[in-house]
C-alpha cells in the first residue's frame, strides 16, 4: 500500500512532468517513468514491442472477433504483482490521458474489460492478483479480484465439504467482474445471487487510495455490488459470506427431443421452475444439433432438463413426482457427490474429473469461438406458440442456444433495492441467447448477428417491459452505449435502466460523488453529472 507522502509525491510528479508530454512519444515515455520513481518494485509493463505483450493480450479474451487488427489494442498491458502497481497505475494514467480497463477472468460478453474504442487505453490485467484465504471459523474468505471461480471454490473445500459459495456455472470466470455484476449459479434460488453476500472490500479509487468497506462509505460499498466495479474505481478484493451446503448433493441431466414430448415440457416448466422447492435448481438448455455429427444432415431439437438438488436422490425423487412426474426423473437419472464435485460435472459434464482440473486456469477456458448474447426476463408464462417459434428458429443458423434459469425461492425475498442488482421478486426466469461459431468470415457474423437481432425482436411483446431488462454480465452493445467515449444521463438511462431498473439514479449518483470526471469509464459505464447541484 502507498503512503499518503508517496501519494502527495506522485502527484507533485505529475503536475511538474505535464510540461514534458509535449508529443505522444513524450507521453509515453514519462507514463513509465511514473511507475518507475514511485514504485517499491518493479511492475510488470508489457508494451506492443514487447515479445509477451500478444500472449498476455490473447490470453483472457474467449470471442475470437476481439483477436481482430481491427480492434483497438491496449498502448501497454500492466500486470501488477502487489497492490501498490494498482495504485500507480490509477494516478499515473490520470495524468497521461490514459484510460484503464480492468480484466479479471476476460469473459466480459462485450470485451469492455480490455477494449476501449475512442480513447487511449492501459490494460490491467490482474491475473497475478488471487490470493484466496478462508476462515471456515466465520464462515468467510477473502478472494482477491483475479483469481477464479474455480481456485475458489476449490480453496473452500480444502477447507469444508459443506461449505460453498454461490457463484456461477463456469469455473474459468473471473471473481472481480462476476461478482461486481452479480453473477449467479446452481445456488441462486437457495442463496441469491454472489454480490448478495459480499461483507467487505478492497477498491483502488480514482485517487489512487486504497478503500474498505467503512472508508468508502455506505452508497459506494451498495454500488460495487451488482452495479458493475469498472465504473467507481478498481476493486482488489472481496471478503464473501460462505454458505452452507450438505455432504451430499444430487444433480442430473434430462435430455428430451421433440418426439419425446420436450415442447410440452418446456412450457409446464415454466409454471413450476420457480415455485420448487428453493434447494432445487431446474434449468432448461434448448439447442439445435445435428445428428451423429454429420453437418450436412437434418438438426435435431434437444431439450435438456439440468437439475442440482441439495439433498439425496430420493429427496428428490419424491420432490420432483410431486412438483413435475411429467418429466419422467428416474433414479439412474440422478447422481449424488460431493458439492464441489458438482461443480465440475456441470463444468465440464464428467463424473470422471480431478478436482484439481479447478486450478488449471487454461484448462477450464473453453475453446475460443465468436459469439453473440443476449439476455431477457420473462414476468408471465408464454403462450406454448412461442417455444414452437424459438425451435423453428433454431434450425435456420448453426450452434444456437437458448439457456432459461429459474428465479424465485431466495430471490423472492431480498428487496430491488438492496444492492445495485435489482431483478428480483417478478421474474419468473431469465433468458440467455447465444450463437456460437468458428467461423471466422464477416458474411457469417453478419448472418449470426441478424439471427439473434431479429429472434430478440420477435420475444418482445413475452419478456419484461418498461423497461424491458436485460442482465450486466450479458452485455449488450446494442442495447445503448457511449458515443466517442461520453453520455449524458439521458443517453446512458436508455442501456441503464435496462439493467438497473430504478436503481440507475443512485447509480449516477454516487458515480457523480466518487468519480465526477468519468475517469473509469467503459462504452457502458454510468456516467457522472455535469454537476452535484443538477437535479436528475
Known sequence: MISEFLLLSIVMFMTSSSLLASSSSNNYEIFLLCHDIHSNFTIPIHSPTSSSYTSILHASIHNLKFMLPTIPKPKFIITPMHESHVQVTVLCCRQHSLQIRTRSGGHDFEGLSYVSYYVPFVLLDLIHLRTISVNIEDNTAWVQTGATLGELYYRIAEKSRTHAFPGGFCPSVGVGGHISGAGYGMLIRKYGVTADHVVDARLVDVNGRILDKESMGEDLFWAIRGGGGASFGVILAWKIRLVHVPPTVTAFIVPRTLEQGAKALVYKWQFIGNKLHEDLFLGVSIQAMHLDGDHNGKKSIYISFE??????????????????????????????????????????????????????????????????????????????????????????????????????????????????????KGNMYKILYLVTSKEGDHEAERKHASWITELYNYMTPYVSKSPRCAYLPFKDIELGHKKNGTATYLEAKVWGNKYFKNNFDKLVNVKTKVDPDDFFTNEQGIPPLPSLAEDI
Open 307 to 424: 437439475g442440482h438438488y441439495l439433498g439425496s436422490s430420493e429427496n428428490l425423487l419424491q420432490l420432483m413426482e410431486q412438483s413435475f412426474p411429467e418429466i419422467g426423473l428416474k433414479k439412474e437419472d440422478c447422481t449424488e457427490m460431493s458439492w464441489i464435485k458438482s461443480v465440475v460435472y456441470f463444468a465440464v459434464y464428467s463424473l470422471e474429473t480431478n478436482l484439481n482440473l479447478l486450478l488449471e486456469r487454461k484448462n477450464l477456458i473453453p475453446p475460443k469461438r465468436r459469439y453473440m448474447a443476449k439476455s431477457d426476463y420473462v414476468q408471465k408464462h408464454m403462450p406454448e406458440k412461442v417455444f414452437e417459434e424459438i425451435c423453428k428458429r433454431l434450425h435456420e443458423i448453426d450452434e444456437p442456444e437458448i439457456i432459461m434459469h429459474p428465479y424465485g425461492g431466495k430471490m423472492n425475498d431480498i428487496e430491488e433495492s438492496a444492492i445495485a442488482f435489482p431483478h428480483r
